[in-house]
């Protein structure tokens, strides 16, 4: 395969679902609850085509999550693939901008719980991120379908997270996250399979300290039952409305 055919066969890998041309406002009302809501940043992949934004807003509220929803956009602009997925120095930046977003809303209301929800190349944003914060900053992080390695160093962020990272991922993601980031890299700038399709591996030679904050990575492997909530275990799966009401919104609830 040349290279040209292989840029244009990562372009359809890689587009998930159009959003037909619907307006993305940059966040839900909260849902009103005894205390003040918290809130949830989602941070979609490369290319600017992700729909998980999309989806989380409509999905999450009517799942009973009662917290904001925002969207936090980072890439270079629509069917910007390549560039989003190699421009380190672009995503560090961003990545500085969202942990800045989280301070200012943890400087506003200290109780208010922060949770950052991270989709393909977004989860690698959402980890930077969370390593620029200070320990026991946000509530929960969660990734869809990471596009990073297996072998990517959790701890800074499991310090800066009060309880679990839960990583959802799917053997049978191999088109994306087996070939696709063989080809092109993951959002880490490592050629070869991702977090995405087999887990998070759990470094060898671990402190007893290390351990423990290892302890808190929650691993979710794709299960058939998942076909229900509109997930086959492809990479757009993560991004279904009905697989966010039913895998993901229990682990953004108090």
């Known amino acids: 395969m040349t290279a040209t055919c292989s840029v244009i066969a990562w372009l359809c890998l890689t587009a998930q679902l159009p959003n037909m041309g619907e307006p993305r406002p940059e966040s839900t009302p909260p849902v009103p609850t005894a205390g003040r809501p918290g809130v949830i940043i989602v941070v979609g992949g490369v290319g600017g085509i992700d729909v998980a934004g999309i989806a989380a807003r409509w999905a999450l509220p009517r799942a009973g999550v009662p917290h904001e929803v925002q969207h936090f956009v980072w890439t270079h602009g629509v069917g910007s693939i390549l560039r989003d997925l190699q421009d380190t120095r672009h995503l560090l930046h961003k990545a500085g901008e969202l942990a800045g977003l989280v301070r200012r809303l943890k400087t506003e209301a200290p109780a208010r719980p922060v949770y950052l929800l991270g989709k393909s190349g977004g989860a690698g944003l959402v980890l930077a991120a969370a390593e620029e914060l200070p320990p026991a900053t946000l509530d ?20 800066a997270t009060r309880r679990e990272i839960i990583a959802f991922y799917s053997p049978f ?29 759990v470094p060898a030679g671990l402190s007893a300290d290390d351990r423990l904050l290892y302890e808190r990575l929650v691993q979710v492997p794709w299960h058939y039952s998942m076909i229900l909530q509109g997930h086959p275990g492809t990479h757009a799966g993560t991004s279904m409305p009905a697989f966010l009401a039913k895998a993901v919104a229990p682990w953004l609830k108090p």
Do not use: C, E, K, M
């Open 173 to 201: 993601d191999q088109l994306v996250l087996g070939w696709g980031t063989s080809q092109f890299g993951t959002i880490d700038r490592v050629y070869g399979p991702s977090a995405g399709l087999r887990g998070f591996v």
């Open 140 to 159: 929960r992080i969660i990734l869809l379908s990471a596009a990073v390695a297996p072998h990517y160093d959790l701890r800074p962020a499991l310090r």
